[in-house]
């Protein structure tokens, strides 16, 4: 059990902090702005190929960090214990 939470663990730092920085460039508009990390992306007229790759990686590095945590910390122990139980009963 100690191994999956610290590879969810991992996920959820290393995910979470690439997004920040991410959603830093972004994301925030000034940074007398209420609305920092939370405001909505916008790319100007002269977005290169990079800012587009930038807000892909965002977006992909939110859903990994999230789903990867979970099933981490939730799916994989949950199967675990309930294969532990079908063996039992056989």
């Not at 959603?23 to 790319?43: K, N």
């Not at 992909?60 to 199967?79: D, K």
């Amino acid at each position: 059990m100690a191994d999956e939470f610290i590879k969810g663990l991992g996920i959820f730092t290393a995910g979470g902090l690439g997004w920040m920085v991410l959603a830093g460039w972004y994301r925030t508009e000034s940074f007398e702005s209420s609305q920092q990390l939370v405001a909505p992306v916008s790319l100007s007229d002269s977005a290169t190929m990079f800012d587009t790759m930038g807000v892909l990686l965002m977006d992909t590095l939110f859903w990994f960090t999230i789903i990867g945590a979970l099933a981490f910390w939730v799916i994989i122990p949950v199967i675990r214990q309930t294969r532990e139980v079908i063996e039992d009963g056989r």
